[in-house]
């Protein structure tokens, strides 16, 4: 085959031209360094350096965010160890004030020390960075907390995106630190009445063997006879009827309980008498202990009240009332009416519901001279009744008249008097408590004299006349007998027995108005869900804080409306629909609760166990608007409208007039509030409780109240639930007022005192307090170790990222330089021999 010029052409040149492309390849790799310039030349190494791009770029990323977060972590560590250095301030100066050797002024100086303390937290609390509030939660541009430690912040954390699905939290939210639950802590409850010995308080009526002992203050003992908690009136250890106690309460399951059983504190062997553990131990049963399995401790505190704690750490349930008296009774409120001797272990300022229409004295174990009506007398704002308060305002408008009947007092010569006709009392609107008590000295003297005074809401009557069995003389002891006795009934115009008296505050359990503070009504029970003691919203069915089905079940709620108007309405549940769950204001007007997000025409009523505290909290909203709103056509209709279409259209227009006027919502601490959205000083009044709450009888449900919403219970002295600055301002209160432990309060207080647990409770909360931050503490440094531990790992890998793409990219420039050097000879070798083979021709053969 001829080889012709055209064709040595093309293939010199092709030899060239590829020997330039090399040429110039590993020239740029030489000057740029990366051993390709587009993804073109090496799909292999092009992919390989996208993905090592994409790697390093979001470590540098997670490195950025690892770097803020850490000092945002930093900044609250900075913080939270300001607030623990805080608190040891304020655990020192607790610690002061818990020793009882202080007058008020000194008491005063470290409250306002511990005041001082509490807002230097309080601007911990709102410690801001940058702009930014590091416990707002995400909200970080809103101020967490007010001057009252009211909680404006949300709950949600910040988080930084470290790597493919690793988000990691840098922030500690004020409800985290400043509330929360610890799952590690127990709740405490305790009664707030002091019990004394009595065999030693008054060893003149009580003991046979040291009639002319001197009365001891002694705290009751566990190891204490029951006679010794329960008094006598003679010395006389073995004719002492039996006591029953009423006992209502949550057990730890979150289930309610309600009985009665009695113990029998007569003997004739102290060997064999019951004794104040015997008691305990019958409480702890009623809470579900066992002789193998004890879930809740019951003992006695240094003041002798009883002290339940729960056993099991994390739960918020338990509670306990308890009342006892000699007379055993279906109905407590026979116990008012039939002037049955009651004993207290637990008061709390909070007006009752009225629930007797008379009243009957009960007469003093140790001094037989003394009578007392069962009631303390109560103006209609809840404050102590004195003299010149009026009888209308204490017993209700509807009272035109007293029916008084009785006996009177003993004779000059110590025999009994004479029995007291019936008499009629007139009330007028000037009729004060002062007339009353004129009425029944004039009345009751009979022949002999007695006094009649009045202290702290109480009438006491003293007959002058009763004897001493011993020596026959009017000197202690005072354990003659007297024969005065008083009975008083109300009535209205025509006669009829009027509700007119309630059982007295240290008496009633949850037939108790809210608290009442300027224009809002706050409850005092936490609705705590029953599986997981979590705080009870909005949307929370009111089954699950029941813990049962609460189908049957009848709720009564007595109210003064928005405008003062008396009103009375029934809440009665059913799973059965229709009827459903309803409610019924003053016996006439039926309005049924509908399923809210429900469509028209498919509308339906709620089911018991379906309802929420929100449509709960709408029908106290309409029950409170009543008087703006019973003779509006949306009224008519939504009680007897022809289609459940119609009611629910006009029920929710009802609704929407109401929210104009009243706001009902559950606080952070799951409590109802109802708040006057028209006064700042509020008309209204507010209870609600089971209708059978009274109820003992056999035929009773034993399950007792499955809600609660305010109650005489039981103080909490500890709870896995935090309440930071709310805790604080009640630790403070009490160091202010020098009230010491529960129920430390002077004689015939009638105040919110009644529910301090005092300094030495409030020092068992704050070691939980400390607790707690230490806690947060040790997780916000985890969490700054966490960013630490990340910025180090991305750092490492970053290198490692950028060593990697070195090796998939880069040149080596040394050996390129040889490859360089090698193929540049090779090229001018190339060209040499074809600059030789060009000159070849014939005649150089010839």
């Not at 009664?191 to 030693?200: A, E, F, H, R």
């Not at 006996?407 to 002062?434: K, L, M, R």
């Not at 002077?746 to 300094?759: E, K, N, Q």
Request: net charge negative; proline share 2%; charged share 20%.
């Amino acid at each position: 085959m001829r080889i012709g010029y055209s064709s040595q052409y093309l293939t010199l040149a092709r030899y060239q031209q590829s020997s330039q492309l090399q040429l110039n390849d590993l020239l740029t790799q030489m000057s740029s360094g990366r051993k390709i310039q587009f993804g073109y030349q090496d799909s292999t190494i092009y992919s390989q350096t996208l993905r090592l791009d994409y790697e390093e770029a979001t470590l540098t990323q997670s490195k950025t965010l690892s770097t803020s977060a850490k000092s945002f972590s930093d900044n609250t560590d900075s913080a939270l160890s300001e607030l623990s250095k805080s608190m040891t301030n304020f655990t020192t100066k607790l610690n002061q004030a818990a020793n009882q050797i202080h007058s008020a002024t000194s008491l005063e100086a470290l409250a306002n020390d511990l005041q001082a303390i509490k807002e230097h937290m309080l601007s911990i609390a709102n410690t801001s960075i940058g702009g930014q509030y590091i416990f707002s939660g995400t909200a970080v541009t809103t101020k967490p907390f007010d001057s009252n430690g009211n909680y404006y912040g949300n709950d949600s954390s910040l988080e930084a995106l470290l790597g493919s699905n690793n988000l990691l939290g840098y922030n500690i939210t004020g409800a985290e630190l400043f509330g929360g639950k610890d799952s590690d802590k127990s709740r405490i409850i305790v009664t707030n009445v002091k019990n004394y010995n009595q065999s030693k308080l008054h060893p003149d009526i009580m003991d046979s063997l040291n009639k002319t002992g001197e009365p001891e203050e002694v705290y009751l003992k566990s190891t204490d006879k029951l006679r010794d908690l329960l008094g006598d009136n003679n010395d006389n250890p073995s004719d002492n009827p039996d006591e029953w106690f009423y006992v209502q309460g949550v057990r730890p399951d979150g289930t309610s309980f309600k009985n009665k059983f009695s113990l029998s504190p007569s003997y004739t062997n102290e060997d064999s008498a019951a004794t104040v553990q015997d008691l305990l131990d019958r409480i702890g049963r009623e809470f579900g202990n066992t002789s193998t399995n004890k879930v809740v401790d019951v003992t006695l505190n240094e003041y002798g009240e009883i002290q339940i704690k729960d056993l099991t750490t994390g739960r918020s349930n338990i509670d306990f009332y308890m009342i006892s008296s000699d007379s055993n009774v279906d109905d407590l409120d026979e116990l008012i009416e039939s002037g049955a001797r009651v004993k207290s272990y637990i008061q709390s300022p909070y007006l009752g519901d009225k629930t007797a229409t008379q009243i009957t004295s009960t007469n003093n174990y140790y001094d037989h001279r003394v009578s007392t009506l069962p009631t303390t007398l109560r103006t209609s704002n809840n404050a102590i009744a004195g003299k010149s308060s009026l009888l209308s305002d204490i017993l209700g408008g509807g009272v035109t008249n007293l029916v008084l009947g009785g006996n009177s007092a003993n004779n000059p010569d110590g025999t009994a008097g004479a029995a007291v006709a019936g008499y009629n009392f007139a009330i007028t609107p000037t009729t004060t408590v002062q007339d009353l008590l004129d009425s029944i000295e004039a009345n009751f003297a009979g022949t002999g004299d007695i006094e009649v005074e009045f202290s702290n809401g109480k009438i006491n009557i003293t007959d002058k006349n009763v004897l001493n069995l011993t020596s026959d003389q009017r000197e202690p002891p005072y354990d003659g007998e007297s024969s005065f006795s008083i009975n008083i009934q109300a009535q209205d115009g025509v006669g009829n027995p009027v509700q007119a008296f309630s059982n007295d505050y240290t008496v009633e359990y949850d037939r108790v108005a809210f608290t009442k503070s300027g224009s809002t009504l706050s409850s005092n029970v936490s609705q705590i869900i029953n599986s997981n003691s979590e705080y009870a919203t909005a949307s929370t069915k009111l089954s699950a804080v029941a813990g049962a089905s609460l189908d049957g079940d009848s709720y009564v709620m007595k109210l003064k409306d928005i405008n003062g108007i008396d009103v009375e309405a029934r809440l009665n549940f059913s799973n059965t629909v229709p009827p459903g769950t309803t409610f019924t204001i003053n016996g006439v007007d039926t309005f049924p609760i509908f399923n809210p997000h429900d469509t028209p025409p498919a509308v339906t009523q709620v089911r018991a166990d379906e309802m929420t505290y929100q449509q709960l909290m709408d029908v106290i909203t309409v029950a409170m608007n009543y008087s703006n709103i019973n003779a509006t056509t949306d009224y008519t209709d939504a009680t007897t409208g022809a289609t459940l279409q119609i009611q629910k259209s006009a029920y929710e227009g009802l609704l929407q007039a109401s929210k104009a006027n009243i706001g009902v919502s559950l606080n952070s601490q799951g409590q109802l509030e109802i708040k006057d959205l028209l006064r700042s000083e509020t008309r209204m009044s507010f209870m609600m409780y089971d209708s059978a709450t009274d109820d003992y009888s056999a035929t009773m449900d034993k399950s007792g109240s499955a809600l609660t919403f305010h109650s005489n219970n039981t103080l909490t002295v500890d709870d896995p639930h935090v309440n930071f600055f709310a805790q604080l301002d009640s630790i403070i209160d009490s160091v202010r007022k020098g009230i010491y432990r529960a129920g430390d309060v002077a004689d015939g207080t009638y105040s919110s005192d009644l529910r301090s647990v005092g300094i030495q409770g409030g020092m068992t909360q704050f070691e939980h307090l400390s607790d707690h931050v230490n806690k947060v503490h040790a997780k916000n440094g985890a969490q700054g170790n966490a960013f630490k531990y990340s910025l180090e790992r991305t750092e490492v890998l970053i290198v490692q990222t950028k060593s990697l793409r070195s090796e998939v990219v880069d040149t080596d420039i040394a050996s390129t330089y040889n490859d360089f050097a090698q193929l540049t000879l090779n090229y001018q070798a190339m060209l040499t021999s074809i600059s030789k083979i060009n000159q070849l021709s014939l005649v150089n053969y010839i």
